[in-house]
């Protein structure tokens, strides 16, 4: 048997790392993007936005996640 607080350790860990995690990617991404020199403009931000959405969705689909 394993006990209540190794359980709660192993969770606290484990989020930990996954927020750390997350937000390396979102920086290092985000310092990407800003080398690309991109239109200010965002005249299709809301389209590429949604593209982003659908094909994260389609992609759980097809894992099967």
Known sequence: QQSAG???AVA????VVT???MLG?????TL???KLKLPTSGRYAQAVAGASVAACGAA???IGM
Request: charge should be negative; glycine fraction near 10%; charged fraction near 5%.
């Open 6 to 8: 190794l359980v709660v």
């Open 12 to 15: 606290v860990i484990f989020g």
């Open 19 to 21: 927020l750390a995690t």
């Open 25 to 29: 990617c979102v920086t290092l991404t």
């Open 32 to 34: 990407g993007v800003e």
């Open 60 to 62: 759980v689909s097809l």
